[in-house]
């Protein structure tokens, strides 16, 4: 008898097969017996007749499993049109694995907080499920995208003797005898790279000691850092659109159960497959907030409601260009037009979402880079290395950040991120 996963059943229908499973849910009348399983896989259901198995096993069905009880499973696979996945399995012998008494999720309204609490096993449940397949699949299409489009995957480090976007958010560590900080970015390692490679990205954890609480910042985040040499702003946002349209795409065709389960429906993803994205200046914006009533000037940062307004105007992503130097990183180069800015763009997210990228082309000066870096405090003993980038052959290069989970919790209608990550850290929380 071949042992087989629930995702596989489609393939045996008719035949007696043995799965590894765990029970999520059961209900049973006199002669039958329904056990809601999961396999890591997917999801479905058991029956089991009295009349079909031997009274042993029906008994133990009805009184020993218990939530997440663990077992193999052995029946036949049968269609089973009433439910979403569309197979069953007809129970003929059950072999428990590992026990389960009082587990302490139960199918009813828990608070957020107990949930997480209980994240190491509250990720055995239906939504975490599809959220983690969702994040798993975004990873590979970024995988996909970026090797078909000519990049080279590259490895910043995370333990960095700097702070690109600021020291204040920096997560300090002991390095021997010196001090280490978890890395805010892999940017300035990527611009390294691209003078290397061509065209890289990374794809790694970052971290930022922010003591903010808001439902779109986590203390530990992925990013996601293409880095371009031979590129100019506006080539770098035709990436930065297709590789988000080229992402959503992608889980229309592949996770659509997923989509479903999380409650967003593929019709209203499909309108962000389509280029291009609006674009927007930054004194555009300004104006456009100022009509639409909001309490902004010229040389204000954008918070989430400012965000949420401009995205709501078109329903779609859209690009922010060209804010003022005051309120971005000291490696974006003076904006020719208008010196007060500097040459880059955000993407914000339609739907309340904000903001999922920055990106900006790059200073590529080696007098501008070093006067800019003596502005912001930035040694030369640590910060050396990337004049160099600048001394040695210095090309116009651009590149952005897009954050994996701020990405996630939009297309899967999140109204926080943490639960587009395994296991989030925020201000109050680095358990489990
Ligand atoms: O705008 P940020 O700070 O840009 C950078 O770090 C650049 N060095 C990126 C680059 O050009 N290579 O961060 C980039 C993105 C944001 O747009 C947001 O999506 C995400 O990272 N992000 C966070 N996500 C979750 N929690 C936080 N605390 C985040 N901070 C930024
Ligand atoms: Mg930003």
Redo the contacts with the bound molecule.
């Keep these: 008898m071949e042992t087989i996963t629930i995702s596989q059943s489609p393939q045996h229908v008719g035949e007696t097969v043995r799965i590894g499973v765990w029970l999520t849910d059961k209900r049973s009348s006199g002669k039958i017996a329904f056990l809601q399983l999961r396999d890591g896989t997917g999801f479905f259901q058991g029956i089991i007749r009295k009349n079909n198995v031997d009274e042993e096993t029906f008994e133990l069905a009805k009184h020993d499993l218990h939530q997440e009880t663990s077992f193999y499973v052995t029946g036949e696979i049968a269609e089973d049109k009433r439910s979403k996945f569309g197979y069953e399995i007809h129970i003929t012998d059950i072999d428990v694995v590992g026990t389960s008494d009082d587990y302490p999720i139960g199918n009813k309204e828990h608070g957020i907080d107990f949930l997480l609490d209980h994240r190491h096993l509250w990720l055995r449940s239906r939504k975490p499920w599809a959220l983690m397949r969702i994040r798993s699949r975004v990873k590979l299409a970024t995988m996909e995208f970026f090797n078909k489009h000519g990049f080279t995957q590259f490895d910043a480090p995370i333990l960095t003797g700097s702070a ?2 600021g020291t204040t958010e920096l997560f300090e560590t002991d390095y021997f005898d010196q001090s280490a900080y978890l890395s ?4 300035l390692y ?1 611009e390294a790279g691209a003078m290397a490679l061509g065209r890289i990205y990374t794809m790694g954890p ?1 971290f ?1 000691a ?1 003591k ?1 609480k808001t439902r ?4 530990e ?1 992925w ?1 996601i ?3 371009m040499a031979w590129m100019h702003e506006d080539e770098n946002e035709e990436i930065q659109e297709q590789y988000v349209a080229y992402l959503i795409q992608d889980l229309i065709d592949h996770c659509p159960l997923e989509l479903e389960m999380v409650g967003r429906s593929v019709e209203s993803l499909k309108p962000f497959t389509e280029l291009p994205y609006p674009r927007v200046t930054y004194k555009e914006a300004i104006k456009m907030l100022q009509d639409g009533g909001l309490d902004v000037k010229y040389g204000d940062d954008f918070g989430s409601p400012e965000e949420t307004y401009l995205a709501d105007q078109f329903k779609k992503p859209v690009f922010i260009k060209n804010y003022p130097k005051e309120i971005k ?1 000291f490696y974006m180069p003076t904006n020719p037009e208008d010196d007060r800015e500097v040459i880059c763009a ?2 914000l997210a339609p739907e309340g979402y904000g ?6 082309e790059r200073a590529y000066d080696y007098e501008y880079i070093t006067s800019k870096l003596e502005e912001n405090g930035l040694s030369k003993e640590n910060y050396g290395w990337y004049d160099d980038l600048r001394k040695y052959g210095s090309v116009p290069h651009s ?5 994996l ?3 996630l919790a939009w297309v899967t209608l999140q109204d926080h ?1 943490r639960e587009n990550i395994p296991f989030p850290r925020m201000l109050n929380r680095l358990n489990p």
């Design positions: 690109p976007e805010q970015s892999g940017q990527g970052t930022r922010e903010s779109r910042h986590l203390m985040f990013m850092e293409p880095e990183a955000d993407l903001e999922i990228i920055g990106g900006s590149g952005f950040g897009m954050g989970e701020r990405f991120i």
